[in-house]
């Protein structure tokens, strides 16, 4: 079982900031790739932006410039910084990690559950 679970959502007004955590537990051999992906009502979901095991990172172009991805390794934790939030960036965020099992080695995908960002103008 491997659980991720995001945290820092809330209530913004525009031009303001806020910090997702991306937090990944349970049976966890290493964890590769980790992205985070928002869905904004009546819309698909959308990739926002990924880092990789080396740190490698990339943005989509509505993002890029205001959100910065990291990661902690030793705390198998991913955040995503939002600075100059804007009534567009209202939506449920979503982490997704590619994780290696531990117990059967195989890799997936795991997804979070979602947190709420909503920007006020």
């Known amino acids: 079982q491997v659980q991720l679970v995001e945290s820092g959502g809330g209530l913004v007004q525009a031009g303001g900031s806020l910090r997702l955590s991306c937090a990944a537990s349970g049976s966890i051999a290493s964890i590769s790739a980790v992205g985070w992906y928002r869905q904004a009502p009546g819309n698909e979901r959308e990739f926002i932006a990924v880092?990789?095991?080396?740190?490698?990172?990339k943005y989509a172009d509505s993002v890029k410039g205001r959100f910065t991805i990291s990661r902690d390794n030793a705390r198998n934790t991913v955040y995503l910084q939002m600075n100059s939030l804007n009534p567009e960036d209202t939506a449920v965020y979503y982490c997704?990690?590619?994780?290696?099992?531990?117990?059967?080695?195989?890799?997936?995908?795991?997804w979070g559950q979602g947190t709420l960002v909503t920007v006020s103008s």
């Open positions: 997704k990690a590619v994780v290696v099992h531990s117990n059967t080695f195989k890799t997936f995908d795991a």
């Open positions: 880092i990789t095991s080396a740190g490698s990172t």
